[in-house]
């Protein structure tokens, strides 16, 4: 499974952006998709995830009213619809992939299998 992540760039505080995360390959055995992001100086950190199917949403309650995880079947694409950024949100988000996880989105970024390469938000004040 190869995970390719895009959408990032600079956007002024208040604004929106929306990452895409395509998945290719033997993409039938993914059972979660998640989207993760670093910060300078900082851990990586769990922000949303997504079951494979489609049947079930997660988001750390840091986000939960600003950013909305959301894929399209057909393209293979999991999208993360980011509005109201804040400079705190600045990090290289990534997102990732398990085959694993049916029921809940693992908020360990060890317990994802595949992972995207990243791409840049950058928010200014």
């Known amino acids: 499974v190869q995970l390719q992540a895009s959408g990032g760039g600079l956007v002024q505080a208040g604004g929106s952006l929306r990452l895409s995360c395509a998945a290719s390959?033997?993409?039938?055995?993914?059972?979660?998709m998640g989207w993760f992001r670093q910060g300078p100086g900082k851990e990586r950190e769990f922000v949303a995830g997504?079951?494979?199917?489609?049947?079930?949403?997660d988001y750390v309650d840091s986000v939960k009213d600003q950013f909305t995880i959301s894929r399209d079947n057909a393209k293979n694409t999991v999208y993360l619809q980011m509005n109201s950024l804040k400079p705190e949100d600045t990090a290289v988000y990534f997102c990732?992939?398990?085959?694993?996880?049916?029921?809940?989105?693992?908020?360990?970024?060890?317990?994802?299998?595949?992972w995207g390469q990243g791409t840049q938000v950058t928010v200014s004040s």
């Open positions: 990732a992939a398990d085959r694993n996880s049916y029921y809940y989105s693992p908020r360990a970024p060890h317990e994802y299998e595949y």
């Open positions: 390959g033997r993409t039938s055995s993914l059972s979660v």
């Open positions: 997504i079951s494979w199917s489609g049947g079930w949403v």
